[in-house]
Every structure is written in C-alpha cells, then in structure tokens.
C-alpha cells in the first residue's frame, strides 16, 4: 500500500519536466524582455566573462507589441515563443530519471539541460526558417548560435529540474 500512497514529502514537489519547464518560462520572460536586454547592453562589458555571460542570457529576446512595420509581432518573437514550447515539449520527452542506469538528480540535471540545448537550437533554426527573409544558411548559423546558448545557460534548466519526480 505505500507505493499507492505518496508521503507528504514527495507529494509536495512537482515533476522535474513541470520545474524545468517553469524555470524556462522564467528564464526566457525574465532575460529576454526588452528591460534586461537594454540593461545587458548599456550596463555590462562585452569583453569581460560576466558582461559576455549576463548578454548571452539575453539571446531569446522578445518584443511583443512593438514589431518592426511590415512583420507581425509572431515574426519578430518566434525565436522565444518555440523555445519555450520546445523546450517544454523536450523536457517531458525526454524523462532521463526513467530510463537511465544510474536514477536521481544526475539524470535529473543532464535530462533538463540537454533538453535546453535541443530545443534551443530547434528554436532558432525553425526561427530563421519560418521568419521574414529564411535561407538554410542563416538557418544553420542561427542553429548553432541557439545550440550554443543552450548549452551555456541550459544548466539553469537542469537544476530547476533537480528534485522533481521523474
């Protein structure tokens, strides 16, 4: 009867794909709003690690109502609007804890992080092919700048995912 029956412990915490998803939602919301982009950028030094850091973080910026004349605000924020859905999609998909040899919170963290990555590239390929002007080279270059920033900011994902149940 007590693996039908969840102690109160356990029951409190949600899934480590719900966290993960939450702190992407966050994570994008937060550093890639039109506010922390101009602070990034009149506030932190591009040559040193962390004003490189703090702009990286700003990658999936997002300008919902104030799109350039002649494209949507959906062209302009498609980059961040799939890699939240993406990276939700992914962080679900992808329940590491489930399936790997060693359980727990290791395959909890490269679960949600390698989710970040995929979904980060995703996002920007399908961003530049599906925006204004798409051509398979922008594409490919956007796809590895995404990549990139997954995997410099995606273990913030994977700790938020830490702790959940799988």
């Known amino acids: 009867m007590a693996a039908a029956n969840r102690s109160g412990a356990i029951s409190r915490y949600g899934t480590a794909a719900g966290t993960g998803?939450?702190?992407?939602?966050?994570?994008v919301a937060v550093c890639g709003s039109p506010l922390y982009v101009g602070?990034?950028?009149?506030?932190?030094?591009?040559?040193s690690a962390g004003g490189w850091f703090l702009r990286l973080l700003a990658w999936p910026a997002w300008r919902f109502g104030s799109g350039e004349p002649g494209q949507g605000a959906l062209a302009t924020d498609l980059r961040a609007i799939l890699l939240?859905?993406?990276?939700?999609?992914?962080?679900?998909v992808l329940p590491a804890s489930q399936v790997a040899r060693v359980q727990g919170a290791v395959s909890q963290f490269f679960s949600g992080w390698g989710a970040y990555v995929l979904a980060a590239g995703?996002?920007?390929?399908?961003?530049?092919?599906?925006?204004?002007?798409?051509?398979?080279?922008?594409?490919?270059?956007?796809?590895g700048?995404?990549?990139?920033y997954g995997f410099l900011s995606g273990w913030i994902i994977g700790t938020a995912s830490l702790g959940g149940r799988a």
């Open 21 to 27: 998803t939450l702190a992407v939602l966050l994570l």
């Open 39 to 47: 602070w990034a950028e009149e506030h932190t030094e591009p040559d």
């Open 84 to 92: 939240v859905l993406l990276a939700a999609a992914l962080l679900y």
């Open 122 to 143: 995703l996002a920007a390929l399908l961003g530049a092919l599906l925006g204004p002007d798409p051509s398979l080279l922008a594409a490919l270059q956007a796809a």
């Open 145 to 148: 700048t995404g990549a990139g």
